[in-house]
T-cell receptor
Framework: GAGVSQSPRYKVAKRGQDVALRCDPISGHVSLFWYQQALGQGPEFLTYFQNEAQLDKSGLPSDRFFAERPEGSVSTLKIQRTQQEDSAVYLC????????????FGDGTRLSIL | GENVEQHPSTLSVQEGDSAVIKCTYSDSASNYFPWYKQELGKRPQLIIDIRSNVGEKKDQRIAVTLNKTAKHFSLHITETQPEDSAVYFCAAIPYNNNDMRFGAGTRLTVKP
């Protein structure tokens, strides 16, 4: 596809369940980013990959959050033992290279924890 | 780390008028400043960006200015149209990392 693809678009889970969110970046894009966007707020950085290497995970809010990109393409953000405060839109972005390059976003996954 | 502040939080203009949104940043190492437009329930879309070696950039009705000394940058939209209505986010990235920091957003409403 031409753009960043994320799935599912919507996810409802009960508190305590584990969830997995998928991101398929633009083909050939080296860098991949995950953001969390709370209602009415700007996106907040979670983590960054360059190819398969996770170079920065300083934004992950707790050790319940885990991201991987094993083959340097598709990435998965996993949240274990979900809590209500995890409810947000999770956005994925990719860019051609690192260091101040335009980032292109997917539509996001809206996660609701009941 | 970088801190980006954005003003105003809401802005209402008449169709045809201009709109200006201002942002300030704290980290002098920031060197890339994109602007995103986000419609309700949709992805942020990059509309224009500027690098620290440039003072101004224009693309049709949209322009961005950067003042490195004062650490602020602004988005200017001229001849606004109802379809310009959306939330606009500014952002900044330091040259030495990839942690893009966003402003809190400006909800622009263009009244027909």
């Amino acid at each position: 596809g031409a753009g960043v693809s994320q799935s599912p678009r919507y996810k409802v889970a009960k508190r305590g369940q584990d969830v997995a969110l998928r991101c398929d970046p633009i083909s050939g894009h080296v860098s991949l980013f995950w953001y969390q966007q709370a209602l009415g707020q700007g996106p907040e950085f979670l983590t960054y990959f360059q190819n398969e290497a996770q170079l920065d995970k300083s934004g992950l809010p707790s050790d319940r959050f885990f991201a991987e990109r094993p083959e340097g393409s598709v990435s998965t953000l996993k949240i274990q033992r979900t809590q209500q405060e995890d409810s947000a839109v999770y956005l994925c972005a990719s860019s051609l290279a690192e260091g101040g390059q335009p980032q292109h976003f997917g539509d996001g996954t809206r996660l609701s924890i009941l | 780390g970088e801190n980006v502040e954005q003003h105003p939080s809401t802005l209402s203009v008449q169709e045809g008028d201009s709109a200006v949104i201002k942002c300030t940043y704290s980290d002098s190492a920031s060197n890339y400043f994109p602007w995103y437009k986000q419609e309700l329930g949709k992805r942020p879309q990059l509309i224009i960006d500027i690098r620290s070696n440039v003072g101004e950039k224009k693309d049709q009705r949209i322009a961005v200015t950067l003042n490195k000394t004062a650490k602020h940058f602004s988005l200017h939209i001229t001849e606004t149209q109802p379809e310009d209505s959306a939330v606009y986010f500014c952002a900044a990235i330091p040259y030495n990392n990839n942690d893009m920091r966003f402003g809190a957003g400006t909800r622009l409403t263009v009244k027909p």
